[in-house]
């Protein structure tokens, strides 16, 4: 097997034990060992994890990895955080964005509508344009702070939005309330996107408290 698809191929691996809970937060990767379970040499281990350390989903730490280390209730209070803000930035994208940050935003809600619709959608994926997405309407807000505190937040829940995007029903509910949230925003509606982002991040805080939390940690 060549080089890179072997990269790929143990990459796939990786992520797969840490998204469905094999590999748990905080738990140490040592090169060895895992080229040990997985049946493969330490080079391509070691890309992967190089790999999975730049997206978020390890930590390295001196000669081994860490699963990025998050709790229950670190979930919680980080979405706890997150709502208000959200919303926020919905209302003030909606009186301050300019029509080229519309665009852009229309451009990724039509793209997370293709993903979707794949035969095998990547969770990985969509939680990536998900994020453009809210990263765009809290750029669109001209609110420094907030955009600032809302990108970290949304690195340190990078494994509990991809696994949000393991499920069927929650991937179209999304892609339903994104469209929402950006109509209204497009329409300059502040109250209005103020509301539509609120009832969306609550709506994923219910699911993440109901069928994300009680499996994975």
Known sequence: ???????????????NAIIQGKFKPGQVLRED????MIGASRTPVREALARL??????????????VTPITKDDVIQLYE??????????????????????????????????????????PIK??????????????????????????QIRLKLKIVRVNIFTSY????????????????????????AFIKMLTHEQNVLEYVKNNVLPYYF
Do not use: C
């Not at 803000?85 to 009186?95: F, I, P, S, V, Y």
């Open 81 to 122: 955080a997150r709502i208000p803000l959200e919303a926020m930035a919905a209302r003030l994208a909606a009186q301050r964005a300019t029509d080229e940050q519309l665009a852009r935003m229309n451009s990724i809600i039509e793209a997370i509508k293709v993903e979707v619709m794949q035969p095998n959608p990547n």
């Open 126 to 151: 969509l939680a990536d344009l998900n994020g453009e997405f809210h990263e765009l309407v809290a750029e669109a807000s001209g609110n420094k702070v907030i955009s600032s505190v809302l990108k």
């Open 53 to 66: 350390e730049k997206e978020g989903f390890v930590i390295k730490d001196r000669r081994s990895y860490v």
């Open 33 to 36: 060992k895992v080229a040990s």
């Open 169 to 192: 029903s929650r991937r179209l509910e999304e892609t339903k309330e994104h469209g929402e949230v950006y109509e209204t925003i497009a329409a300059r509606n502040a109250d209005a």
């Open 1 to 15: 097997m060549e080089t890179r698809l072997l990269v790929d191929k143990v990459y796939e691996e990786l992520l």
